[in-house]
């Protein structure tokens, strides 16, 4: 295996690291190795000559709307009354302490 070195670290992001393997249960050592390793399968890394892929189905592009969001929902989904023979959370859980 490779050895890597950083000098010259900005102490506050130094602290941020140090945090972040903290929540993560990590030593710093462990979460710098798991950032790296992402960064390195991140699918949206430049190719050589400066190219980027196009992305494939299911990767972010941008932001979308609400209303955007809905119209395709509506356009998978077009008979959301099938669900509506479901019972819903709330009348479950008003039954369950009705019945204590």
């Known amino acids: 295996m490779s050895n890597l070195s950083i ?3 900005p102490e506050s992001w130094a602290q941020t690291l140090r945090k972040r393997a903290a929540r993560n249960h ?3 050592q462990g979460e710098l190795l798991s950032l790296i390793e992402a960064a390195v399968q991140e699918p ?4 050589q000559g400066g190219a980027q892929p196009q ?8 932001w979308k ?5 809905v119209a395709e929902l509506n356009t998978k989904h077009p008979n959301p009354e099938l ?7 709330v009348d479950i859980i ?6 204590r």
């Open 83 to 89: 669900n509506q023979a479901l019972p819903r959370g």
């Open 65 to 69: 709307t609400v209303t955007q969001v």
């Open 7 to 9: 000098k010259d670290v």
């Open 94 to 99: 008003r039954e369950d302490r009705d019945s």
């Open 26 to 28: 990590r030593s710093l």
């Open 55 to 62: 992305p494939t189905e299911g990767q972010r592009m941008g």
């Open 44 to 47: 949206g890394l430049p190719l």
